[in-house]
T-cell receptor, first 112, second 113 residues
Framework: DSGVTQTPKHLITATGQRVTLRCSPR?????VYWYQQSLDQGLQFLIQ???????AKGNILERFSAQQFPDLHSELNLSSLELGDSALYFC???????????FGPGTRLTVL | QKEVEQDPGPLSVPEGAIVSLNCTYS??????FMWYRQYSRKGPELLMY????GNKEDGRFTAQVDKSSKYISLFIRDSQPSDSATYLC?????????????FGKGTMLLVSP
């Protein structure tokens, strides 16, 4: 158990809908990262937050957005969902001053 | 050319074998190297990390980095069926607090009893 929690574990929804994925980092970790993992693309970095502020952006679509709250939990919002958004979404956190990332168990999103 | 290349496998070995997993990379600025293990449908689990060239050992696992060749390896000694998983290499440029990881696509390892 890495100490990173993610909810929900599974999400099934329809095209065009909007969903919110939630992540709680390890105790004391200020950085939160979001990744998408699909079979053909592997693990792709989406976005990083540090202590409430966006710090780095990767291959995140404009339909996706994220935020980190004062209690350091983070949410990833996916809107206008398409079939191709079906994937595993992982959250990771890292301690201050470290680049080592610890991953949560993931949310499996299925878009029908 | 992709930044990080990793053979997807699967790599099938008998129990007790020595396993060698490898990644090559193109970005010479990468300085921080990690190996993650991922069981099916689970989150990646950090196995080892290193900042420098050379070898780093932890139990049955040895991570090797050759920056001159842009090549990293993970060796598993006395492999066990429980080692069956996908192994992901990851690396980053070190910018404290701003480093983002670039992952290989992973190598699936199957260890048969």
């Amino acid at each position: 158990d890495s100490g990173v929690t993610q909810t929900p574990k599974h999400l099934i929804t329809a095209t065009g809908q909007r969903v919110t994925l939630r992540c709680s980092p390890r105790s004391g970790d200020l950085s939160v990262y979001w990744y998408q993992q699909s079979l053909d693309q592997g693990l792709q970095f989406l976005i990083q937050y540090y202590n409430g502020e966006e710090r780095a952006k990767g291959n995140i679509l404009e339909r996706f957005s994220a935020q980190q709250f004062p209690d350091l939990h983070s949410e990833l919002n996916l809107s206008s969902l398409e079939l191709g958004d079906s994937a595993l979404y992982f959250c990771a956190s890292s301690p201050q001053g470290s680049d080592t990332q610890y991953f949560g168990p993931g949310t499996r999103l299925t878009v029908l | 050319q992709k930044e990080v290349e990793q053979d997807p496998g699967p790599l099938s070995v008998p129990e007790g074998a020595i396993v060698s997993l490898n990644c090559t990379y193109s970005n010479s600025a990468f300085q921080y190297f990690m190996w993650y293990r991922q069981y099916s449908r689970k989150g990646p689990e950090l196995l080892m990390y290193t900042y420098s060239s050379g070898n780093k050992e932890d139990g049955r696992f040895t991570a090797q980095v050759d920056k001159s060749s842009k090549y990293i390896s993970l060796f598993i000694r006395d492999s066990q069926p429980s080692d069956s998983a996908t192994y992901l290499c990851a690396m980053s440029v070190i910018v404290p607090g701003y480093s983002t990881l670039t992952f290989g696509k992973g190598t699936m390892l199957l260890v048969s009893p």
